[in-house]
């Protein structure tokens, strides 16, 4: 069996809403939601990963203020453990690069996530 690719994701959140953005045509899972995140480099720690992935992909800096939650799933195409990390915008200017955008922690439920991310989505909507 092989190892679960470990990826940190950054669950951002600010003034009752939630960073999202849309996965790509291409590749494992194209058409989902997901938040800002990828895989953790072997000289990173979660958290220091879901910072780096959020700037590299979103163009916003955030600080991470605890975990949430640790899920390992098996896809068609591999074996992930997500590190769902809760993080907050570390600047007062929270403009987001596309196709990431800011949705309300309720509307949540209308974008279609990838199994993996279940219990943290269901989690942020009811809080």
């Known amino acids: ?19 999202i953005g849309p996965r790509g045509p291409e590749g494992p899972l194209a058409g989902y939601w997901e938040f800002p995140g990828g895989k953790i480099e ?6 220091q990963a879901a910072v780096r ?4 992909e979103t163009g916003l800096s955030v600080q991470v203020e605890q975990p949430l939650a640790e899920v390992e799933h098996r896809y068609a195409h591999g074996t992930v453990r997500l590190h769902f990390l ?6 007062s200017d929270c403009a987001v ?3 990431f ?8 439920a209308d974008y279609r996530f990838p199994d993996a991310n279940a219990q943290v989505v ?3 909507v009811v809080v």
């Open 1 to 19: 069996m092989t190892k679960p690719i470990p990826i940190a994701i950054a669950v951002v959140e600010h003034e009752g809403q939630v960073l």
């Open 42 to 47: 072997q000289h990173e720690t979660p958290e």
């Open 53 to 56: 992935e959020c700037l590299e």
């Open 86 to 91: 809760r993080c907050v915008p570390a600047q």
């Open 97 to 99: 690069q596309p196709p």
């Open 101 to 108: 955008r800011w949705v309300s922690r309720t509307s949540l």
């Open 122 to 124: 269901t989690a942020l």
